[in-house]
């Protein structure tokens, strides 16, 4: 046997040692694990000692028998165990939420053993039942599932947790419930993985410096890793976190861009670049990780379009600034159907036109005061007005009309001069364009204390790793601002040139009601968080946003009433919804993405089966624009 020569340390591994420096290291781990338990029986008694809701146990759900009264999921048993599954309408297996399932299988095969000790279990999905039967079937689920479709909590709603019951006779009550890294317990894998030199793989833990970089905290779904493969070398999966309301389906596109998906992408491009619909775009598509692509020049000299281009991204800002605001409602600092004015006090006293094309005398008092719902479902009574109306006439009189220039009024002056004029309906009853998400920067600034450059950047750009999304661009990256354009009857005319204009350095006023500069790759990031596969507090994996509120904002807010022709373009609505931020398509091959674009030629998507599509180009919204975005959004998955 050849000696092998003392060393110290291997790149990437745990120091080398003798026996006896090991065991006096795993003595001392020992100790802080002891103490680990510990808490962890104290935490489990303090959680027996929680107090308990009743609820409704004839409330009706449906399983393999039917329709059935929640107390019989029971079985005679004093406790009841549930698993809330997410379920995505018209998914196949494989699109179902793999983070449940992972917490399925598990809990199944401990189920033999809670029922011993007088627990039982069931799998609880809003699911309808006609599709949650054939994927259980598919599965070989051998525990029993029910339907809680429109049901409230806690029997109904609340996906993604782990939920606890007790009966007494016929009555039943809500003692325990948790999700997120609280359900870790329903899946053993996680322990044995902790135990292991270079745990889960996942890009929150704390490591020694050197060791292989961490990755998204759903990595492993799908990977297939031949033995001996270092972490680092793993092969990219699409991340599909329990959590997320629209996971990637297994398809070669949803995880890390195919060559097909991007020469599609370079061929879509090139395409509008020789038809001179623009002079340059970046664009991407995928899930995980897709490729970013530039086609086309940046600039009147012709340097070339970078796939790091800082784009004005104009009203795909709406996006980010509802998720900032749904994290204040989270953190407690104000409600959703909370009165703004306690930070607006502008917004007081609201008076309201007769009718949207009242002269502005004809006005009778707000019947409720302006929300933060009202703000981020455009319904607060401001907007744009897209007729020939004295209200419209004012705003463009007094500098607050929306339109393609950048903005010329400080946040301040700007809702000053906007608050001395009236609502055009009663908030709530409405929908206009615009201008309640310009309201909505400022009440984040004025609620936290700082500009909203400030408190994005805080909040979400610097945990997400977004370094170029700001409200300005900095001297040393002005080389990656291109060139915006609009068209004219010659063609296009350069409206601010590459490295100047507005965007070009610090603003001369707060911005906080303004639009933001972003790269594809830092708008890609935010989408993944938003969708569940990133995290902000990359220490404690909490996600970006609930998945009560992403539900809420990715699916249409606006009844059916407000949708009036005069509320936007003709047309708007026809198959359209809009959520917190963004749009949503209701009906069609593409029911259920959700998106938006930007003044200047910027678009984006989420489909339900978790690809996500940027385009930006810096040319402003028009015929041609429009048609290259229906174009993007139109093409086909690769084969």
């Known amino acids: 046997m050849t000696e092998r020569p003392a060393t110290t340390s291997l790149q990437g591994r745990p120091a080398i040692v003798d026996q006896g420096t090991w065991q006096t290291a795993r003595d001392a781990l020992l100790v802080r694990e002891k103490a680990h338990t510990r808490e962890g029986d104290a935490i489990a008694a303090a959680r027996r000692r929680l107090p308990m809701v009743e609820i409704d146990g004839t409330v009706e759900v449906t399983g393999p028998d039917g329709v059935v009264p929640f107390i019989d999921l029971f079985q005679g048993r004093d406790v009841l165990l549930a698993h809330k599954h997410m379920w995505h309408d018209g998914a196949p297996p494989q699109g179902q939420c793999e983070g449940c399932s992972t917490n399925t299988w598990h809990i199944q095969r401990a189920a033999v053993y809670l029922n011993a000790r007088g627990v039982s279990f069931a799998v609880l999905t809003e699911g309808p039942w006609d599709e949650v039967a054939p994927f259980v079937e598919f599965m070989g689920y051998t525990q029993p599932w029910y339907s809680v479709r429109g049901l409230d909590g806690p029997v109904g709603d609340d996906m993604g947790a782990i939920t606890c019951f007790l009966r007494d006779g016929d009555r039943v009550f809500l003692t325990y419930r948790t999700t997120g890294r609280g359900n870790e317990p329903a899946a053993g894998v996680f322990g044995l993985l902790d135990m292991t030199p270079y745990g889960r793989g996942e890009a929150w833990e704390e490591t020694p410096d050197g060791w292989p970089e961490g990755q998204d905290p759903c990595w492993y779904i799908g990977a297939r890793t031949p033995t001996g493969t270092p972490r680092g070398a793993r092969p990219a999966a699409p991340c599909h976190s329990g959590r997320a309301r629209v996971p990637a389906r297994w398809r070669p596109w949803a995880g890390t861009a195919t060559t097909d998906v991007v020469s599609e992408l370079e061929r879509f491009l090139v395409r509008h670049v020789e038809a001179g619909t623009v002079p340059g775009a970046v664009a991407l598509r995928g899930g995980h990780d897709p490729e970013v692509v530039a086609a086309g020049v940046a600039s009147a000299d012709g340097r070339p379009m970078r796939d790091d281009a800082i784009m004005r991204i104009q009203s795909m800002t709406k ?40 002269p502005l005398h004809d006005t009778v008092p707000a019947n409720r005061p302006i929300t933060l719902r009202h703000l981020l479902t455009m319904g607060s009574g401001y907007g744009m007005e897209f007729g020939d109306t004295p209200l419209q006439k004012a705003m463009a009189d007094n500098g607050t009309e929306a339109g393609p220039d950048p903005i010329a009024l400080g946040a301040g002056e700007w809702l000053a001069r906007l ?206 624009m429009s048609g290259m975005i229906d174009e993007f959004q139109a093409l086909p998955p690769p084969s």
């Open 419 to 624: 608050a001395k004029l009236p609502l055009a309906f009663q908030p709530g009853e409405g929908w206009r364009y615009h201008h309640s998400f310009a309201v909505l920067g400022i009440l984040i600034a004025r609620l936290t204390g700082r500009p909203l450059g400030v408190h994005l950047a805080e909040d979400l750009f610097d945990p997400l790793g977004m370094p170029d999304s700001a409200f300005w661009v900095p001297e040393e990256k002005l080389n990656r601002l291109p060139a915006a354009y609009r068209r004219g009857d010659g063609g296009l005319e350069e409206t601010e040139p590459a490295g100047g204009g507005f965007y070009a350095g610090p603003p001369p006023f707060d911005v906080s009601h303004g639009e933001l500069v972003c790269t594809a790759r830092d708008y890609h990031r935010f989408l993944r968080a938003l969708m569940g596969c990133g995290r902000v507090e990359r220490v404690d994996g909490a996600p970006l946003i609930s998945d009560v509120h992403l539900r809420h904002m990715t699916s249409d807010q606006v009844p059916a009433e407000n949708k009036t022709a005069d509320s936007f373009y003709p047309g708007f609505w026809d198959g359209m919804g809009w959520g917190f931020g963004v749009g949503i398509e209701t009906t069609g091959p593409r029911r259920g993405r959700f998106g938006w674009s930007g003044g200047q030629g910027t678009n984006f998507y989420v489909d339900p089966d978790g690809t996500i599509g940027i385009l930006l180009t810096q040319v402003e919204m028009g015929e041609h």
């Open 319 to 358: 996006a980010i600034t509802s998720v900032a605001a749904l994290r204040l409602v989270e953190a407690g600092r104000l409600g959703l159907d909370q009165s703004v004015e306690e930070w607006l006090p502008e917004l007081a006293g609201r008076r309201v036109l007769s009718s949207p094309t009242a």
